[in-house]
């Protein structure tokens, strides 16, 4: 049944950074027919970098904007119409996703051709709320306490500190060899947004609106549209990949050097395989090229417009003003503060997750 299918991966690209270790998780595998890189970056180095890796393998297919014009998260959306062949499995990967298990792909595309009836499917994604919120409800992992199956959780989505405990978490899992034991199962979801981290979609279910998808593409995606439908979104928990950082985490993991410990585990393992060894050494090649080719690179044109940020108005001037005040405490306020602010400094790390 599978074979009936043309297996096609695409990546929003997106950041060489983190892509150095996404791509050849993804060209390696066999059930993938072509992997589309959405080029929705202004960043020559990264463009220049995509362009060397589409040279030197087949399967890459870069798509630039069709607008032509790059505005972040907010161009994304026109790349969806490129998504919408016949017989075709999609699957879309965040630019950040660093970790993918192994037979992972092939394990979601034979799940969406079992699962027809969902909109969406996702794997199991490592630092994604809901995914997090089924590990809990699981017993997988022990939290502090319980947090609810929201996308945009204050601790689970948003806190920094939390995201580091769970990679180190989950990194300690894969040194051990020991991360199959979080493979749990499938878990229904609908009328629930949902951080579309890794998901797969049909062809054929995009052309029904020729993969129109208006506004933000997440909230459309994950709850509008398959509640227009009444059809409802999977995550299958018997495959797993890891997701580095929402944008409020990633600060704090690059201080705890979270990517470069992911990067140590994948280079230890590709080395033990040929055929990852090499594809990794080609993509390296990439990064010191366009690292060494700095000057000319960047002397490149310009592929894109930009959408040109608005200039302040005399009312958003004033608004940033801060004009001093004084304010009367009295000693009890002042030691109590004092108090704070020295236990604050002087407090550990934050314990979220037991045995952390």
Known sequence: MIDQFQVVCNTA??????????????????????YDIWVNTVDKQDIEFFRILAAKFPKINL???????????????????????????YFKLDDDIVWIETGAIEKMVRFRVDNPHYFL??????NNALCTYIL????????????????????????????????????????KGSYADLHCGTYPISMNRFSINAILWFGSEMARFDGVVPGDDEEWLSCIRPTE?????????????????????????????????????????WEKDPKMKEIHRIVQEAMKTVEQNKEAILAQPEIYQTVPQPKPSLFDKLGKIRLP????????QMKRQFRKKREKREMKRFTWISGA
Not at 136 to 155: F, M, P, T
Not at 238 to 260: G, K, V
Not at 325 to 332: A, D, K
Request: overall charge neutral.
């Open 121 to 126: 499917v996702s794997p199991l994604v490592i």
């Open 13 to 34: 690209a997106g950041r060489r950074r983190y892509m150095q270790y996404l791509i050849p998780q993804v060209i390696a595998s066999d059930v993938v027919d072509r």
């Open 229 to 269: 439908i009444g059809a409802s979104n999977c995550f299958n928990a018997d495959a797993l990949c890891s997701h580095f950082a929402f944008y409020p985490q990633r600060a704090a993991l690059d201080e705890h050097n979270i990517l470069e410990q992911y990067a140590e585990y994948l280079n230890r393992e």
């Open 325 to 332: 005040y004084l304010t009367f405490r009295s000693i009890v």
């Open 63 to 89: 798509i630039y904007q069709p607008e032509g014009v790059v505005n972040g998260i907010a161009s994304i959306n026109s790349f969806y119409r490129k998504c919408v062949e016949k017989d075709t499995i």
């Open 136 to 175: 809990q409800s699981q017993s997988k992992i022990k939290l502090n306490g319980y947090y609810r199956a929201v996308a945009a959780d204050e601790v689970l989505w948003r806190n920094s500190d939390f995201a580091c405990q769970l990679h180190e978490w989950f990194l300690e899992k894969l040194k």
